[in-house]
Every structure is written in structure tokens, then in C-alpha cells.
């Protein structure tokens, strides 16, 4: 059976665009709505299940848009804001229609802040810490929580469709890979990766240039690079256009984009 990987937000923390900002990239995409990027985030699809990856703030228009209507389980990579805030939306599914409490995979760092934030989700998410290299197994593939490299306890997500054989790394927030992770997602069929910043980076302990992201992509050899986690705004602001046109150079490299599926 196809396992597919949807990505449901391609943005950083601003999304694009953002209502305060008209810079080439904002302006872009109100124009053209098919460049939108809404908050970073994630679905696995296989066998009648869904898995949801992180829960962006923009979480219910991202499901309303890909017509997904149920959720098997939600794992977060970690605890910021734009990967978390779209939790309260999963209230009244299970609430309405689910009727029993859904399991909420994060950080064992995250657990006091998640009891924190959101006090009324007690009865609604079984929540349960996640361990690096533990493997979840699915109908049709298995899931398995790598390090990354961010200001916070994180992972990105290693998929081998058990079908097909093929493999898929997610690491939408990450400064490069720590060398046991390389070794693991090296070779990958597809690598989805962090490429926050155009021009300098901010935060290089954190996120990687558009640049960086490219060449970490070279150094796991992977057969195809995805882009993602696009700010576009900075530090110099850039469009779509002008990022396809520097990506002629790398045919195994492209720009997510949102809604974009990969069958495994």
C-alpha cells in the first residue's frame, strides 16, 4: 500500500505573508495564492490512517485544505510556538467525533509546558514523551525520531515505507545534523529539510541558509533535496522566482511548496 507524505505548511514562524510585511515575497504570494506558506507541518497517509506531524497555528485551514477529516496520532519535533500552536484545534475533533482521547508524542523536556499551555487538552491528548531512535511502526511503515540540531530538544522524522523500500527524512528545524544522524538519513530517496534563511543567517545554531541546506543535502548524498521552512523575508527578502532560477544549477534540489505530496 502507498504510503504519502503530504506537507501541509512550508513557512517559518511569520508565514508568507505576513500581514505586517511587503517585502518582494509578500507581494508575491497575494498575488498568487499558490505561494502562500502557511507554519511548518506535516501528515503521514497510509492504510486509512492519518499521522500528523507538528501542529502549526495554521493547522485547521491545513487540514480543511488537504479535506483530512480524521487523525490516528500527533507527534511534535519540538516545542516552539509555530510547530505547537494549532494543538487547541484538535479539541473538538476528538471532542465531536473521535470521543476518545488521541495520542500527543512530544519532548520529554516539553511535558511541563504542554500542562502549562494547555490545562483544558488533560482528557483530550493521551500525551507521551518521545525517545530519539525509538522506531514506531505503522500499517505500512516505519517512523523513527532522529536529533537535530536547534535552540531547543528536537527531532526531524525518518520513514522507510515497508512496501517500496523508500526512504524519507523530514527535518524542517535544524542547523546542519549531528554526525549520527547524517549517518542515518544518509542516502535518503527524499531529504526535506530547514532552509530558513536567504542572505545571512540570524540564527546559525538553529536554521540553515538556502545555501547551507543545499550543501547538507550534498553531504547525506541524498537522491532528492526538498526545501523548507522557507522565511523568505530574511535576511534579504527574496521571491520564488529568483530562488527557481539559482535552483537550474542543482536538478536534484526543489522548493517545497504547500500541499506538496510524496508517494513513498
Keep these: 500500500m502507498t504510503v504519502t507524505f503530504t506537507i501541509l505548511g512550508t513557512?517559518?514562524?511569520?508565514?508568507?505573508?505576513?500581514?505586517?510585511?511587503?517585502?518582494?515575497?509578500?507581494?508575491?504570494?497575494?498575488?498568487?495564492?499558490?505561494?502562500?506558506?502557511?507554519?511548518?507541518?506535516?501528515?503521514?497517509r497510509t492504510g486509512g490512517e492519518n499521522i500528523l506531524i507538528d501542529a502549526s497555528p495554521d493547522l485547521r485551514t491545513q487540514l480543511v485544505?488537504?479535506?483530512?477529516?480524521?487523525?490516528?496520532?500527533?507527534?511534535l519535533t519540538h516545542w516552539h510556538y509555530?510547530?505547537?500552536?494549532?494543538l487547541g484545534d484538535l479539541e473538538f475533533f476528538v471532542r465531536l467525533k473521535r470521543m476518545e482521547p488521541l495520542k500527543l508524542f512530544l519532548p520529554s523536556e516539553a511535558l511541563v509546558e504542554f500542562e502549562a499551555a494547555y490545562p483544558f487538552l488533560s482528557d483530550v491528548l493521551e500525551v507521551t514523551a518521545w525517545q530519539f531512535g525509538q522506531e514506531y511502526r505503522f500499517n505500512d511503515?516505519?517512523?523513527?525520531?532522529?536529533?537535530?540540531?536547534?535552540?531547543?530538544?528536537?527531532?526531524?522524522?525518518?520513514?522507510?515505507?515497508?512496501?517500496?523500500?523508500?526512504?524519507?527524512?523530514?527535518?524542517?528545524?535544524?542547523?546542519?545534523?549531528?554526525?549520527?544522524?547524517?549517518?542515518?538519513?544518509?542516502?535518503?530517496?527524499?531529504?526535506?529539510?530547514d532552509a530558513t534563511f536567504h542572505g545571512a543567517n540570524w540564527y546559525p545554531h538553529s536554521h540553515m541558509t538556502f545555501?547551507?541546506?543545499?550543501?547538507?543535502?550534498?553531504?547525506?548524498?541524498?537522491?532528492?533535496?526538498?526545501?523548507?521552512?522557507?522565511?523568505?523575508h530574511y535576511s534579504t527578502p527574496v521571491t520564488v522566482r529568483?530562488?527557481?532560477?539559482?535552483?537550474?544549477?542543482?536538478?536534484?534540489?526543489?522548493?517545497?511548496?504547500d500541499g506538496m505530496t510524496i508517494n513513498l
Excluded: W
Design 141 to 193: 511503515f516505519l517512523l523513527t525520531l532522529y536529533p537535530a540540531r536547534h535552540s531547543v530538544p528536537t527531532a526531524g522524522l525518518f520513514l522507510k515505507a515497508e512496501q517500496s523500500g523508500k526512504t524519507l527524512a523530514y527535518f524542517p528545524d535544524t542547523a546542519g545534523l549531528p554526525e549520527i544522524t547524517q549517518e542515518k538519513v544518509r542516502q535518503a530517496d527524499y531529504f526535506i529539510c
Design 65 to 75: 485544505r488537504e479535506n483530512i477529516s480524521s487523525l490516528a496520532c500527533v507527534f
Design 82 to 86: 509555530d510547530h505547537f500552536g494549532g
Design 242 to 257: 529568483e530562488l527557481q532560477e539559482k535552483l537550474l544549477d542543482y536538478p536534484q534540489v526543489s522548493l517545497a511548496y
Design 11 to 44: 513557512g517559518a514562524g511569520p508565514g508568507v505573508p505576513s500581514y505586517f510585511c511587503d517585502c518582494p515575497a509578500c507581494l508575491e504570494a497575494r498575488a498568487n495564492s499558490a505561494l502562500v506558506r502557511t507554519r511548518s507541518g506535516a501528515v503521514i
Design 211 to 232: 545555501e547551507e541546506a543545499i550543501r547538507l543535502g550534498e553531504e547525506v548524498q541524498a537522491r532528492k533535496t526538498i526545501l523548507t521552512h522557507l522565511a523568505m
